[in-house]
């Protein structure tokens, strides 16, 4: 069984940073497409970021060249390390896994992200 645990979030004032971690345990971590989503209350679940197992990563605008995706496949996590965070970056961030070629998606829980002064 494949699982995904978030940890990292919490309370920063605008123009701060944080590191969010994804933990996975039970698969074959250095094969999945891993990614970076997040849902702000009253919005859709958004695609923040994407770090294939090899290859280019991807960001959606709104968040270039500030967030940056990364993965330790020896250990079996994916980071996030956010800066010159904005009061719209706040949100509920969650880790998903995709096995390629495969409809298979694993979720974490979510960790929250607040950013207010």
């Known amino acids: 069984q494949v699982q995904l645990v978030e940890s990292g979030g919490g309370l920063v004032q605008p123009g701060g940073s944080l590191r969010l971690s994804c933990s996975v345990s039970?698969?074959?971590?250095?094969?999945?497409?891993m990614r970076w989503y997040r849902q702000a209350p009253g919005k859709q679940r958004e695609l923040v970021a994407a770090?294939?197992?090899?290859?280019?990563?991807n960001y959606v605008d709104s968040v270039k060249g500030r967030f940056t995706i990364s993965r330790d496949n020896a250990k079996a996590t994916m980071y996030l390390q956010m800066n010159s965070l904005k009061p719209e970056d706040m949100a509920v961030y969650y880790c998903?896994?995709?096995?390629?070629?495969?409809?298979?998606?694993?979720w974490g829980q979510g960790t929250q992200v607040t950013v207010s002064s």
């Open positions: 998903n896994a995709e096995v390629p070629l495969t409809n298979r998606n694993y």
């Open positions: 039970g698969g074959f971590f250095s094969i999945y497409v």
């Open positions: 770090i294939p197992s090899g290859g280019r990563t």
